[in-house]
C-alpha cells in the first residue's frame, strides 16, 4: 500500500509542475475585426483567468471598452465551441478535448484548416480562438 500512496504522490505532484508550466496562447479578439494578440498564463489556468489576462492586456493597449467589462462578458470560442469559464487548459490537454474541427487543446496558430482542404476530415491543426464580447456576440451570432 506505500507504493501505492507513493505514486499517488507523485503523480499529484507532476500534475502540480504541470500547472504551472507557461502556455503562450495567441487569440484574436473580435469586435467585428480580428485583432490578434499573444498572451501567457500559467496551464493551470481557467478560461476565465485567461480571460481576465486578456481583460488586462487589451485594456493596456487602448481597447476602452475592456476597462469597464468585466471577465463574466467576454466569451472564448475555440474552433466550435464556447468554452466554459470553470475549465481548466490542463483539463484540456490532459483529456486531448476535441471538437468538431480539430484539437481544443492547441493553442498555438495553424492555418485555417477549413481553407486547406476538407472540413468533415478531423486534423491536429488549430487556429487562433476567438475572445469576444457577450452582447458583441449576442447580436451578431
Known sequence: ????????????????????????????????????????????????????????????????????????DLLYIKEDLILPSHVSFHELIAKKARGKSGPLFHFDVHDDIRLKGDATKEKDESHAGKVCERHWYERNK
Open 1 to 72: 500500500m506505500a507504493d501505492v500512496a507513493g505514486l499517488a504522490a507523485q503523480w499529484h505532484a507532476r500534475e502540480e509542475e504541470l500547472k504551472q508550466e507557461p502556455l503562450r496562447i495567441t487569440y484574436s479578439f473580435w469586435d467585428g475585426r480580428g485583432h490578434r494578440r499573444e498572451v501567457q498564463v500559467p496551464r493551470g489556468s481557467t478560461v476565465s483567468g485567461f480571460l481576465d489576462a486578456v481583460r488586462r492586456q487589451l485594456s493596456g493597449e487602448g481597447f476602452r471598452e475592456m476597462k469597464r467589462c468585466s471577465t463574466d
